[in-house]
Structures are given as C-alpha cells and as structure tokens.
C-alpha cells in the first residue's frame, strides 16, 4: 500500500506502512520515516509523504531468459533494502537456454521481503531427445531429463496467476533394427528412430536425428521413425516422443525379437525448488512439474 496521495497523514499509517504496529510511537524525525518520505534532513512536514510507500514495485514487460529476479530488481531501481514487488505482465516469459540453469532464480538478501507476481509463464528448459539405436551402437540413449523452472534460496511470497512449469523431458531413441533388402542376401541393420525433444520454453529443445522432433515452446517433438530402415520393421523401433511440460518423455520402441535395448523417456522437469523452506504461496496458479 502507499500513503494518502491528499488530505491527512497520521502517524499510525506511517507506522503500518513501515511495517511497524499502528500504536508504535512515531515521529517525522524519525530515520525511517524521513527514508520513506525521502527528505534526508532539514524540514519536513507530513505533505512530503503524500503517495509515498515503503514497496518498491516494478513489472517485466519483455522475455527474459535465465532471469535472476535480485538482479532485474536492482536495475530497474529498487534500493536493496525496501520491501519489494516484482510483476512478470501476462503474456511474458521468463524461460532458460539449458537444462542446467532455472528459467527464475530467486536468492540474495531482501530486508524487506520480496513477493513475485506471475501473470505469464515461468517455464524451464526441454530435455533433447535419445540417440536412435544404430551399426556399431545397437541400443538407443534415453533422453535428457526437462530443467527447473523456478528456484527459490529466499523466503519469498509468489501469486502465481499464470503458469510455472518445468521443461518436457526428452523422448528416448529407438533401438536398432534389421529388414531385409531387395534382391540381396542376408540381414541388413539400419539405425532406428530419434527421440523428440520435449516442450520447451523459447530454446528449442532438439529432436534426435533419424527424424525425432524439435520441441518447442508450443508443443513437444514426435519420435522419429526411419523409412529408409525396412517399413514395419523401422516402425517397431520409433523413438519416443518428448514430454508436454512438466512431463517425462516417452521411452524408444524396441525391434521385436533381438537383444537390442530402446532408450527410456528423460524425466520431466520440477516447477519449484525450494517450496518447502521459501515459498509462501498466495496463490498456486497453473503448475506443471513437480513442487519441489
């Protein structure tokens, strides 16, 4: 809240502005309230402290990849010391260029405390689909597990209006497969089907080659599937397809009949870390992916 724009200012509102209890004693001279009403010394009157407020609020108007949210709020202005707001605008993201790295991070010190308002969408980066199964490497490789969308190191308070979701895990490839050649002799082994990638935010995340799917910040990538290895027999070994957000992605078929393993789905990845010891959740909003 902020101070009376007109009209009377008790010294009550100033203390509850400051966070402090309403009958606290109180007066302009006070360090703090001359900190709020920003007038370091010299007169002062209660008129200084008309709209004034001990928040310092700001919003996220464009995306913002591997965004940390301390930094972003000592660029736009905030004091390092005020209670403070940050607004991610409908229709915004905040996303991550890799696995490894959260789309959000929230950590640092906030004396004031700190609240994050998501409007738009908080989503970590998709898993890279599996190596298809081939000549010389007979199995295919799972995919890579989807990344973190928010991690939390601070106590803060989150009104998740939109959406947070963790990236889709990659799909796991196909393992290899054999089909019989047109007028030759013999078993001929060809490389199996990619996995997709998983869902994304704005990296794309990769489709294995041998035909998986790009995942992307609209949808994951299909299994690949190898028309050149023998009809039905490729079909047998598809990769898998990459995992929606918040989601694992599927394993690699398997060619019936032969040792050959497929790869498994990569795991989804988690919404929050560190729900449990810094999250107050004023709202839960829209998540995908484990609340860790």
Do not use: H
């Not at 004693?25 to 002062?44: C, E, K, P, Q, Y």
């Not at 972003?72 to 409908?90: E, F, K, P, R």
């Amino acid at each position: 809240m902020a101070l009376p724009a007109s009209g009377a200012i008790s010294f009550s509102q100033i203390s509850v502005e400051l966070g402090a209890a309403a009958t606290s004693t109180r007066s302009l001279n006070d360090s703090t309230t001359r900190t709020l009403f920003g007038v370091a010394s010299g007169a002062i009157s209660m008129s200084n402290g008309y709209g004034k407020s001990s928040e310092f609020a700001f919003a996220v108007a464009s995306n913002t990849n591997n965004a940390n949210l301390r930094t972003l709020a000592v660029n736009a202005g905030w004091d390092g010391s005020s209670a403070l707001v940050c607004t991610l605008n409908s229709g915004i993201y905040f996303s991550s260029t890799a696995v490894g790295t959260p789309a959000l991070t929230i950590n640092g010190s906030y004396p004031g405390g700190v609240t994050f308002v998501n409007n738009g969408t908080v989503v970590g980066d998709g898993g890279n689909g599996g190596i298809a199964g081939r000549p010389g490497a007979n199995n295919g490789s799972s995919g890579s597990a989807g990344g973190l969308a928010l991690l939390a190191q601070s106590a803060v308070t989150i009104t998740n209006n939109g959406t947070i979701a963790g990236g889709g895990g990659g799909g796991g490839g196909g393992s290899m497969v054999t089909w019989n050649a047109g007028g030759k002799t013999g078993t001929v082994y060809a490389q199996g089907g990619g996995g997709g990638g998983g869902r994304t935010g704005l990296t794309n995340s990769s489709g294995n080659s041998s035909g998986g799917g790009t995942g992307t910040i609209n949808g994951a990538g299909a299994g690949g599937y190898n028309a050149s290895g023998g009809g039905t027999s490729s079909a047998n070994a598809r990769g898998g397809a990459g995992g929606n957000w918040g989601a694992n992605g599927a394993g690699g078929g398997r060619m019936s009949g032969y040792v050959w393993g497929a790869g498994g789905g990569g795991g989804a990845g988690a919404a929050t870390s560190g729900s449990a010891s810094y999250i107050t959740w004023s709202a839960t909003g829209t998540r995908y992916g484990s609340i860790g």
